[in-house]
């Protein structure tokens, strides 16, 4: 159990560290809601069901890379704004990261959640049906900016992070797309192996 004790530690340590002076505590609360949320998801339903330790450190991983969007605003995060001075870029893309993180996570969660409880018979449908949910997410995401946008107006500026980016929209979903292949062409058999070493309650086994 220490190992989730200390997965839980560092999720309120970055949760906190974040919404230490943010950028604003409007677009702070926006961008960490997902991590909070689901989260509280993975409480709930931890007893009845534990994913792999592969599962878990990404989502904290992915949670960060929220954490950090909320703390600065996908725009002005300082690491990128340095990468496009030094690539000569036209934007801060931290936020594409997010989004090639908000499909190969997903991706992760949801191909397992396929193995695991068998909800898709035909395995030689998984993968496929893997990338098309995260598809999903990535547009029920936009949708969620689209509405948020219409409803606060200019306040939703830094939440949206478009940067003047025309395309911001269509880029997103096609790297949350990308994302979502990536993990399923090139860890499906890591995670393949990290479910055959699971014990019989969930936990990784000892066993190599």
Known sequence: MKKYYLLVFLFFAGLIGSG???HDYFTWFLEVFPAIL??????????????????YSLILVH???????GHYTYAEVPLFDWIREVLNQTRNNYDKVGHFAQGFVPALIVRELFLRLEIVQKKGWISFLTVTVCMSISVVYEFLEWFVALSTGESADAFLGTQ??????????FLATLGA???VLLFSKVQDRMI?????????????
């Open 196 to 208: 055959r070493n699971l014990d019989p309650n969930g936990d990784s086994a000892s066993r190599p």
């Open 164 to 173: 003047g980016y025309i395309w911001d929209t269509q880029s997103d979903m």
């Open 63 to 69: 949670c960060f890379i929220l954490f950090i969007g």
């Open 38 to 55: 689901g989260a509280l998801v993975l409480a709930v339903t931890f007893k009845k069901f534990r994913f792999t330790d592969l599962t």
């Open 181 to 183: 292949l990536t993990m």
């Open 20 to 22: 230490i002076q943010p």
